[in-house]
Nanobody, 116 residues
Framework: QVQLVESGGGLVQSGGSLTLSCAAV????????IAWFHQSPGKEREFVAS????????NYADSVKGRFTISRDNAKNTMSLQMNSLKSEDTGVYFC?????????WGQGTQVIVSS
């Protein structure tokens, strides 16, 4: 069964750091582009960052460039999002995502709360 499982969310003060993890179950994440999305309360889910398969090319939303870093650990079959200099607007649920055979797979999400 193909599955994504996020972890690492929590409560952090503004300016602090947090690392989110996304574990791939049932497939080798290194063979796919994986992305993180963010959903604030009452808003639509928005793209945060992605990492491509093989070459490790990365893309970031303008709002997180220079603050967030996406990476893979192929040995652990996981993908991470290092978040630094967190702001109150980073509060919300973070989801990891990939697509296989035109089917979108999402994790259950992990909650991040940034207190000012």
């Amino acid at each position: 069964q193909v599955q994504l499982v996020e972890s690492g969310g929590g409560l952090v003060q503004s300016g602090g750091s947090l690392t989110l993890s996304c574990a791939a179950v049932g497939f080798a994440q290194e063979n796919f582009a994986i992305a993180w999305f963010h959903q604030s309360p009452g808003k639509e889910r928005e793209f945060v960052a992605s990492i491509f398969s093989r070459g490790d090319r990365r893309n970031y939303a303008d709002s997180v460039k220079g603050r967030f870093t996406i990476s893979r650990d192929n040995a652990k079959n996981t993908m991470s999002l290092q978040m630094n200099s967190l702001k109150s607007e980073d509060t919300g649920v973070y989801f990891c995502h990939f697509q296989l055979d035109a089917i979108d797979y999402w994790g259950q999400g992990t909650q991040v709360i940034v207190s000012s």
